[in-house]
């Protein structure tokens, strides 16, 4: 089993959301140390302390010598804290928090500290309703995990959220990721096996999800993939690894990759813009998240990226030699307009592959989709009819009321 230790937190607890709620930070590594627990109310973030208004919903932590029992009574005294209900309109925040938040938050997030890959849960997510299922999320090759920046506060009145974060220096192997997060599973299974435990794979993330689902097929497993990178054999990231496996090292920093893996800025720029604003205004303001693009150099330097292709070709690999032992509920997301991955006929791979998966298109999307424009993930959970709490789905008890975000939308689309 996965050990725990104890860690500075992570720079996250220190963002710009107006609704900042405290709590404790699990982290969750491959160490074999003792664990301890954080609380936001003093922190140490890069040598300073940060002191925040402590909530009422911490999440202890596993000593890591299989006393599970103690992880599942702190987490009923969580539960006895949680919401009973969401009131009809809530505020989901979709668009406090921007792709301009991502960058600020790992520019702080990425600093060197020597420790392995470890799980933390963001300050924005809050409360979840009572008897929420767990929601891990599993990142792409940008590794931070902050990839669900724009739908923390959504996902986090549904889900107990985690999301994992693998340093940008870190070098464990696809197994060992995979062990990770199959441990993790497991723990969360035992200490609450009727409830559904929820995979979010963002492009690498996907294949450890399809990776994890294979190994633990009587896990009740709800997988979202977004672009996953199974079709990594067939994509534009294949030449590149070749290219960069035949370069001297000097040579890596010619490599034009940025604007590759970024995906379509102009769709990320967007979020938080007026849609009744001028065609030209909305166009000119892609142009305020070039400072932040430099930062995208530190978050995947290129030193780094040979070692995350690498990782990447061996995940796809392991995982589509793996689809037919997957027995979880799959949904794939899809954008139509995904420049890296032949996203569009793997999502139909992949439905005709798993026993168990549906399909969403979203044609005028790029491949950085849950940082886009427009994509509510919570929404989309809810309009597939995946959300649920235990095994089964009860389209009573299961049921979530409409957010103001959502009432908008609609209006938006009937009004034109």
């Not at 991502?102 to 600093?111: G, V």
């Not at 392995?116 to 931070?144: E, H, N, Q, Y």
Request: glycine letters at 8%; hydrophobic letters at 40%; aromatic letters at 8%.
């Amino acid at each position: 089993m996965a050990s725990f230790i104890g860690f500075q937190a992570l720079p996250f607890f220190t963002s710009n959301s107006k609704n900042k709620r405290g709590g404790q930070v699990q982290v969750r590594s491959l160490s074999g140390a003792d664990s301890t627990v954080l609380s936001s109310d003093s922190v140490v973030v890069n040598g300073t302390s940060i002191c925040g208004e402590r909530g009422r919903c911490g999440t202890s932590i596993d000593q890591g010598n299989g006393q599970l029992m103690s992880k599942v009574v702190e987490k009923r005294r969580a539960e006895d804290d949680a919401l009973e209900t969401l009131k009809p309109l809530w505020d989901d925040r979709y668009g406090t928090e921007t792709i301009k938040d991502y960058f600020d938050i790992a520019k702080d997030i990425i600093k060197p500290d020597g420790g392995p890959p470890r799980w933390f849960s963001p300050i924005a997510c809050g409360c979840p309703l009572k008897d929420s299922p767990v929601l891990l999320f599993l990142p792409g090759m940008d590794g931070t995990g902050l990839g669900l920046v724009l739908h923390h506060t959504a996902l986090g009145k549904a889900f107990e959220v985690w999301c994992l974060h693998i340093p940008v220096h870190d070098r464990t192997p696809c197994e060992g990721l995979v062990k990770l997060v199959e441990e993790t599973v497991r723990f969360e299974h035992a200490s609450s096996p009727h409830k559904p435990i929820y995979l979010v794979g963002d492009n690498f993330g996907g294949c450890l999800a399809l990776a994890v689902a294979s190994r633990n097929p009587a896990i009740d497993l709800v997988l979202i993939l977004s672009n996953p990178a199974t079709s990594f054999g067939r994509s534009q990231l294949q030449p590149l690894f070749l290219l960069l496996e035949a370069m001297p090292d000097g040579l890596h920093s010619a490599v034009p990759y940025l604007s590759s893996i970024m995906g379509d800025l102009v769709k990320v720029a967007a979020v938080n813009i007026e849609t009744m604003l001028p065609p030209e205004q909305r166009f000119e303001r892609p142009s305020g998240l070039l400072p932040y693009l430099s930062d995208f150099v530190d978050i995947i330097p290129m030193d780094s990226l040979l070692w995350k292709l690498k990782l990447l070709k061996s995940a796809a690999a392991y995982a589509n030699s793996r689809l037919h032992a997957v027995k979880a509920e799959v949904l794939v997301l899809s954008s139509g307009r995904d420049k890296i991955l032949p996203s569009r006929d793997e999502a139909e791979r992949l439905k005709n592959s798993l026993q168990d998966c549906v399909v969403r298109y979203f044609k005028d999307s790029g491949h950085t989709l849950l940082l886009e424009d427009g994509i509510g993930l919570m929404t989309v959970i809810k309009g597939t009819f995946k959300y649920r709490r235990a095994r089964r789905l009860d389209i009573t008890s299961d049921f979530l009321p409409p957010s103001m975000t959502e009432l908008k939308y609609f209006s938006d689309q009937i009004t034109g």
